[in-house]
């Protein structure tokens, strides 16, 4: 299980989260909501290692992660994907792959990984030898999730996935998120377009001002989704 517990963060002396709560089973995806400024992002870079929190605790498995730096959240079984289809541009397709996978997974669990992801983006496949800044913007997001995926990561936080490409898209990159969780991967989701996301989610997170105001099943959520836009 991941778990946080009484989170607080923010930046300098202004803080954004207050005593956030949460928890996330392994092969469950949870969908962060919530107007812009809510501390979604927030709760994801401080869930990720970015952000130091003041106080609270995040654990993994039992494991404690509080406070630990970025660069080993992938060795303890952590993956974060941050908003704008970060990749590496001046590297080809297959090394950005390649750069995803840590010293725990073996060269054939990066083999089988990396068919994984060509079996949902086959456009990957085509491109495997090009540069990565001479992909698309939702090719670029499609390459960023594989090269976290093929670190098989106990968790993965994914901040935004539609940001900057056409809604068309969106769906498919939700359905590899989708089996990336039935093979037992906790999801944990922030993403604007609430209606093309519910269908794949299993719970729904609701912040407002930096505190999670509502935690339900993404059945209740929807059943209420019309009160909440209205807010």
Known sequence: ????KDLCSGYGSVPVLR?????VDAGEIMLIVGENGAGKTTLLRTLGGFIVPTSGSVTLDGTDLTGLAPETMPDKGLRLVLDGHRV?????????????ATRRVSKADFATAIE??????PILKEKLRIHARN???????????GQAFVAQPK???????STGLAQAVLPTILEFLRRWAQRGTAVVIVEQHIRI???????????????????????EFERDFARHQAR
Not at 1 to 4: D, N, P, S, T, V
Not at 116 to 121: G, L, T
Not at 155 to 161: A, F, G, Q, S
């Open 19 to 23: 005593s956030v709560n949460l928890s």
């Open 88 to 100: 590496f541009p001046e590297i080809s397709v297959l090394d950005n792959l390649r750069l995803g």
């Open 1 to 4: 299980m991941f778990e946080a």
């Open 116 to 121: 994984d992801v060509f079996s949902m983006f």
């Open 155 to 161: 968790v993965l936080l994914c901040d935004e996935p």
């Open 135 to 145: 992909l698309s913007g939702g090719q670029q997001q499609m390459l960023a999730l």
């Open 197 to 219: 996301a519910l269908p794949v989610a299993d719970r729904v997170l609701l912040m407002e001002r930096g505190e999670v105001t509502m935690n339900s099943t993404a059945g």
